[in-house]
């Protein structure tokens, strides 16, 4: 075997940047339709070169796309650009020493994200969506209760506890005993919403203990939630236990992991719902991306992103209008570091790992939950809450016990409620 090299290679020159559009742009030849139908063309092709590893041809796509595609653009020329610059910074991770030395110097992706999705929040009707479903289903569950104990896994949003103690603070027989765990990285946003909870409850001379856990999901323990005998318990996660799904995919393909309904087995995951379980908690409330982004294949979860972020991308086009400004940009930034960790990450890096409710009913029912029927009068609210916000194109679904909100028929955010069975 000859161990001589070629004399000249392709040459393969990628970039990260997000490319605007230039003065003379072979896009203003297209009509809008037929520069979004290119786009995807490109962007599958782009990603199944990506996906086989031919660099050649994937940075063939990638040169093209650059010229159509802009985060100054109309909605699907925004999308493309970060798709765009998902697929590039999975290409370039082949070489790990260029990968970190371009992201050394703090990109324009490491943003606020704690201020985004303030933004989020504020302009767009789903956590609103979610706050009232948990906030009424909790009080329903609750309110005969004299000892409380809430685990709030990761959303530590005032928004979200503020209402639920002032609803606590006026049932028949007064107020309860409540305390309230917060699980979450950010010690600061965790103090902050301890002294504004702890002031909430002394208006209403509610006895009350703020929890904070400054940890992460994957480090949390039985211990830290100091679950006491005689309380009676709910946990709330929100956007945040996919994560749990994480895993190294290649042992799993190797050794071929157990499936249930398509469903991949989790050890971790197995693992922290036998742990809630051996707690029993009332209700389990979980709020996730209606989006299946945990395929092992490349192709097939760049297909499902580019369908579900295309609802956002459009969503923030009806919200902000085509014209760039400082809110837009972080909310597109917040959703680009998802695509690209969905594109680009592999093993236990790629923690956007959503899942359709369909999934979660087989892991919950594997670990010993059962569903809880949402009331008529919580679809109510939560339709109410969505109206108020004024944005049009957004409604609520019921499908098999869980609440989904849609933008245009497109589900994007599930809401259901769990109980151990008895």
């Not at 999308?79 to 610059?85: E, G, N, Y």
């Not at 302009?123 to 009424?136: G, S, W």
């Not at 996919?242 to 398509?262: Q, T």
Request: net charge neutral.
């Amino acid at each position: 075997m000859s161990s001589s090299f070629p004399s000249q290679k392709p040459e393969v020159t990628l970039s990260l940047s997000l490319p605007s559009i230039p003065s003379t742009s072979p896009s203003e030849g297209l009509k809008p339709e037929e520069r979004g139908v290119k786009l995807i063309e490109l962007l599958l092709s782009c990603a199944d070169h990506a996906s086989s590893g031919n660099l050649h041809h994937a940075d063939a796509c990638l040169r093209q796309i650059s010229q159509l595609a802009s985060i100054n653009g109309d909605s699907m020329q925004r999308l493309s650009a970060r798709f765009a610059s998902a697929l590039a910074a999975r290409l370039v991770k082949r070489w790990p020493g260029l990968y970190k030395a371009l992201n050394n110097t703090g990109s324009a992706r490491n943003i606020d994200i704690y201020r985004a999705r303030s933004i989020f929040t504020q302009q767009f009707p789903c956590m609103d969506f979610a706050y009232a479903i948990i906030n009424r289903v909790l009080i329903q569950v609750m309110s005969h209760e004299r000892i409380i104990h809430v685990i709030d896994l990761g959303s530590g949003d005032p928004k979200l506890w503020v209402p639920f103690i002032q609803g606590l603070g006026h049932v028949p027989d007064g107020p309860p005993h409540l305390k309230i765990t917060c699980v979450g990285r950010n010690k600061v946003a965790q103090e902050k919403l301890g002294a504004r909870l702890i002031k909430e409850a002394e208006s209403l001379d509610m006895p009350f203990q703020f929890n904070p856990v400054n940890v992460s999901l994957r480090e949390l323990t039985l211990d830290m939630l100091k679950v006491k005998s005689g309380e009676a318990l709910a946990l709330t996660s929100i956007l945040s236990l996919h994560a749990l799904l994480a895993e190294d995919d290649r042992v799993n393909s190797h050794f071929g992991s157990s499936k249930n309904n398509g469903v991949k087995d989790s050890r971790q995951m197995n693992e922290f719902l036998a742990m809630v379980k051996s707690i029993s908690p009332k209700a389990v409330l979980l709020v996730e991306q209606e989006s299946d982004h945990n395929h092992n294949r490349l192709v097939d979860r760049f297909v499902e992103a580019l369908h579900y972020y295309s609802a956002w991308f459009d969503s923030i086009s009806v919200a902000y209008g085509e014209f760039s400004c400082t809110d837009r940009t972080m909310l597109e930034e917040m959703f680009g570091n998802e695509i690209e960790n969905i594109v680009a990450g592999e093993g236990l890096e790629r923690e956007e790992r959503h899942e359709r409710y369909a999934k979660w009913m087989v892991r919950f029912g594997r670990a010993g939950f059962r569903p809880v029927r949402l009331w008529s009068d919580t679809m109510d609210e939560a339709r109410r809450v969505v109206e108020a916000h004024g944005l049009n194109g957004y409604k609520i679904i019921n499908q098999k016990a869980s609440l989904m909100i849609c933008w245009h028929d497109r589900p994007i955010y599930a809401v259901s409620a769990w109980t151990c069975f008895s």
